[in-house]
């Protein structure tokens, strides 16, 4: 009925803001009550009708972006790896579905934002529901590299995982920050070109052999 979409669509604008809100500002800085004018809702108290509270508020982002990116990514990884995929294949697929959003999605800048204040905030009840999206995708990924690189220590592999992570959570977020604040040029080609250096770098850090010696 009319009436259905017009609440599903006051619900997905109040979830756009604030996702574009805490992104911007911060979880901790960002009120239900800013949120409900910056969405244009008449209704004073649509935000607590539709989400409850901030916690509810957080957690519909987090299922939207589970919804959204890390499912469709998951399944395609895992379809990846039933064709007995390279290296580089199977890298490829398995960082660029997050970045890929940055262009083709109107909210992928402020969703990369969002995930950045999540994971590097002091709400660890956040981080947990953020981490159980995403965790299924890169253990996959782990539990890949860990078979294909089989010469490789574990305790070494999960130094050189660490690396890869932390250019994708850092290097993704900085790039964000070039999008938002225009200061220079940085479009999907460039986005391409990176990458693809990125996943080169990375493959040659994955094989490498260990200059110090590791326990497992």
């Not at 990369?112 to 999540?118: G, L, N, P």
């Not at 590299?145 to 992570?165: G, I, S, T, Y």
């Not at 070109?193 to 850090?205: E, K, L, Q, T, V």
Request: charged residues 25%; contains cysteine; neutral net charge.
């Amino acid at each position: 009925s009319k009436q259905v979409i017009k609440t599903e669509d006051t619900r997905h604008r109040i979830l756009m803001t604030a996702m574009a809100m805490f992104s911007e500002d911060g979880i901790d800085a960002v009120t239900l009550r800013s949120i409900n004018t910056a969405a244009g809702c008449s209704n004073t108290g649509a935000v607590h009708y539709h989400f409850c509270n901030k916690d509810g508020l957080i957690q519909a982002i987090i299922d939207f972006l589970q919804k959204k990116i890390w499912q469709p990514a998951f399944a395609e990884l895992n379809v990846l790896l039933s064709q007995d995929p390279s290296l580089r294949e199977i890298l490829e697929t398995a960082l660029w579905p997050d970045r890929r959003i940055l262009f083709e999605e109107r909210w992928g800048v402020d969703a990369t934002s969002f995930c950045f204040e999540i994971s590097t905030g002091s709400h660890e009840n956040y981080r947990s529901a953020l981490k159980k999206i995403y965790a299924p995708h890169f253990d996959l990924l782990y539990e890949t590299l860990n078979k294909r690189l089989k010469d490789l220590p574990e305790a070494a592999l999960k130094q050189r995982v660490k690396f890869l992570f932390s250019e994708v959570m850092v290097g993704h977020w900085a790039r964000t920050r070039v999008q938002r604040t225009l200061l220079i040029e940085w479009s999907k080609v460039s986005q391409e070109i990176y990458f693809n250096d990125y996943i080169d770098f990375a493959i040659g850090g994955l094989l490498a052999p260990c200059s110090n010696p590791v326990k497992n």
